[in-house]
């Protein structure tokens, strides 16, 4: 059963986008009026990574299996075949895995035959033959076989018409002296008709007669010479063209399959095409001669929906743009002079709080979670559905009496099992791999500690400098996330919470070496010796990071009454977004709860006046309620929220000339901080920065 995509209406319901777009509605199969006549746009989605692309693709495709011509190819995952010669190409081999998808039965309509593309694969196939090759030969020839049987399934699967393809070349070069790629593409594109293909799939040869340099006529002269050119092409300085040309010959069959006389009103909708990270070079190859012949004025009626990692793609500069939520009733799509303008380019839009909050009920029936778990998974996750979706399923798995003491931060901590048949894994590796698939992010993980690029650039000089020899590591790391769909802020060289917030679990905890923690100590120990003796509000947030709070109260209480008051509260408010040094699965609630409530000392009892006591153990009550509330992995503390309110309105009233900011900021803040925004600065700016 599919699991429910929560956010994702207004493209999977009956009336939503996929439905007006094909025509049938999603699993039932009931026709439903096209929105964009015989010209539907090739739709492709647009986000980073853990938006939901893929899980929208699959989505799609298991609601329309069965009822519509349908594959779903992911252009990352086409590998090439062991030992594959100059005919292969990753073109040809999504082109072949496209046609085998399509071929499928589906209701109430005979499987579509791919005579064309079966021909040209055929044809060139033999690029680069000579002889001494014939056991690459027969392997690449066998490997037509699953294209060959969408035309006769028997005949194709069959070995038989390699043989004759082989003895057919074997006597035609030793007529010829010369045995050249052209008669492998000869012989096999013979063999085939002849062995393969029935009367009237024969004439489907004819089609080639229209490409380049072939005399522009059908026939089966025109076709002959055809396929010969698209084999020279493709072997030459022209394969773009000639791949071209195929991806053509694939929707060509695909509209015979509906518009053919003998087919006639048996089918419904339209065939669908799914192409996952189409960003890359492959899924560019594939589009584009489909925009180009519609951009024509030809029409074949396929719909094709992509997935882009790259909103700014290239090939997307003149797709018409809309978002998610405004394509649930209509999509318009203009065609334009320009060949981008048969694209629309739809914008995937993070979760709601309220969807948030359903996907965690969905796994917790019960509601044994703090009520505040949701809230506190989406200002972490920032809405990303993978995040979301996988600490809900963790927290599921969780057994019910444990689940009241859950934070987002003990979610990092658990074992998950993802399958039946796998043991579990830690979540927050698993988090990270999915959203930063590769080799392990070992650099980025210690640039995550870095504030801005230039501390960055200085953590890597100091302590990556063997990981690359090409350049400055972090300007690399940067522009890899930018590649990758991540979005730049202020305040952080890894903006992003979510993925912050891993790759600092994987620095702190992958070593496994606690309570030492060597490789965190080591990291923030070189960012607060970088920024000199001087306690700068950088250095200071590196001594929280450290464990070390003292110094920073001791230097915020010697400046409090300073005239620059909202300055004070700038250096608090950065001091304080220092990551907590936690403990791995720390049970019991967070340390720094009862140092801001006042219940703990949180340090040594300092000395002095009254008054210079009194505001050192407010301005430490402070810092640790700031410290705690904005922090993404701990849950909101209304209590805590109350107490901060507190501290500030207690120094308004103890300071000589700034009461008004310090009074504005005990109102602001705690507003600030229930809405999932940064404290603001001056207190109250309506934006929350």
Same mark, same amino acid.
């Given at each position: ?19 007006? /777009? ?26 980073? =990574? ?100 969408? $035309? ?43 062995? $393969? ?52 010959? /694939? ?33 560019? =190859? ?22 882009? +990692? ?21 999509? &318009? ?23 948030? +909050? ?29 995040? $979301? ?31 039946? *048949? ?38 890597? =000089? ?9 350049? *400055? ?10 590649? *990758?769909?991540?979005?730049?802020? &202020? ?81 608090? +408010? ?20 009862? $140092? ?34 904005? *922090? ?10 109350? =107490? ?46």
């Amino acid at each position: 059963m599919d699991r429910e995509l929560y956010g994702r209406e207004a493209v999977l319901d009956g009336t939503g986008l996929i439905a007006r /777009l094909t025509g049938l509605t999603p699993y039932h199969f009931a026709r439903t009026a096209y929105e964009h006549g015989d010209d539907p746009p090739v739709t492709v989605f647009t986000g980073g =990574r853990g938006l939901g692309k893929t899980a929208l693709l699959k989505q799609i495709r298991n609601a329309y299996r069965g009822g519509t011509p349908l594959a779903l190819l992911d252009c990352a995952g086409v590998v090439p075949p062991a030992d594959h010669g100059p005919g292969w190409s990753p073109v040809t081999g999504a082109l072949a895995e496209l046609a085998v998808q399509l071929s499928a039965r589906v209701y109430a309509a005979r499987p579509v035959e791919f005579p064309r593309l079966a021909l040209g694969l055929a044809a060139v196939t033999g690029t680069g033959w000579s002889q001494g090759d014939d056991e690459r030969v027969r392997r690449d020839l066998q490997r037509l076989g699953p294209v060959l049987a969408t $035309v006769d399934e028997a005949k194709g699967a069959a070995g038989v018409w390699v043989a004759k393809v082989l003895s057919k070349l074997a006597a035609t070069a030793a007529e010829a002296g010369a045995p050249l790629a052209g008669l492998l593409a000869e012989a096999t594109v013979e063999t085939v008709l002849e062995e $393969v293909f029935g009367r009237y799939q024969r004439k489907s040869r004819a089609w080639y007669g229209s490409y380049r340099n072939a005399g522009g006529h059908g026939g089966s002269g025109g076709g002959e010479l055809g396929l010969h050119r698209l084999a020279v092409d493709f072997g030459g300085g022209r394969r773009a063209e000639a791949e071209g040309f195929l991806v053509n010959a /694939l929707l060509e069959d695909l509209r015979q399959a509906y518009l053919g006389l003998t087919r006639r009103g048996t089918r419904r909708g339209r065939p669908l095409i799914l192409l996952d990270n189409a960003h890359l070079p492959l899924g560019r =190859r594939l589009v584009e001669p489909v925009l180009r012949e519609r951009a024509a004025g030809r029409r074949d009626q396929t719909v094709i929906v992509a997935a882009s +990692r790259e909103r700014d793609h290239e090939g997307l500069r003149r797709a018409t743009r809309l978002r998610l939520p405004e394509v649930a009733h209509r999509a &318009p799509c203009p065609r334009g002079a320009e060949i981008g303008s048969g694209v629309l380019a739809v914008g995937l839009t993070p979760l709601s709080a309220a969807h948030t +909050r359903a996907l965690c009920e969905g796994y917790d029936p019960p509601g044994r979670a703090p009520a505040a778990l949701p809230d506190a998974l989406h200002r972490l996750t920032g809405g990303r559905p993978l995040g $979301v979706a996988l600490l809900g399923r963790a927290l599921g798995q969780v057994p019910e009496d444990e689940r009241p003491a859950l934070t987002p931060a003990a979610l990092l901590d658990l074992t998950l099992e993802l399958r039946e *048949d796998s043991p579990a894994v830690p979540v927050a590796p698993a988090l990270l791999a999915e959203l930063l698939p590769g080799p392990p992010p070992d650099a980025l993980a210690v640039l995550a500690a870095a504030r801005d690029e230039e501390s960055a650039r200085m953590l890597a =000089r100091a302590r990556l400098r063997a990981e690359s020899d090409d350049g *400055d590591m972090a300007l690399r790391a940067r522009d890899a996330l930018r590649a *990758d769909g991540w979005p730049d802020g &202020p305040g952080h060289f890894v903006a992003d919470p979510l993925l912050r917030a891993l790759l600092l679990h994987r620095l702190r905890f992958h070593d496994g070496d606690g309570p030492g923690y060597a490789a965190w100590r080591a990291v923030h120990e070189t960012l607060r010796s970088r920024y000199g003796p001087a306690p700068t509000p950088y250095r200071l947030r590196e001594d929280l990071a450290l464990g070390r709070p003292e110094e920073a109260v001791t230097e915020l209480c010697r400046e409090f009454q300073g005239p620059d008051v909202t300055g004070w509260l700038g250096r608090l +408010r950065l001091i304080a977004t220092a990551p907590y040094p936690r403990e791995h699965g720390h049970p019991g609630p967070d340390p720094r709860r009862a $140092v801001a409530l006042g219940r703990e000392p949180g340090g040594p009892q300092p000395e002095g006046l009254d008054e210079e006591v009194w505001l050192h153990l407010c301005v430490r009550r402070l810092l640790h309620a700031l410290w705690l509330l904005t *922090d993404p992995l701990a849950l909101p503390d209304e209590e805590v929220v109350e =107490r901060l309110a507190h501290e500030l309105r207690q120094l308004s009233g103890r300071h000589l000339t700034g009461t008004g900011p310090l009074w504005e900021a005990a109102t602001h803040w705690p507003r600030d901080i229930r809405a999932w925004r940064e404290p603001s600065l001056p207190p109250g700016r309506g934006d929350g920065v």
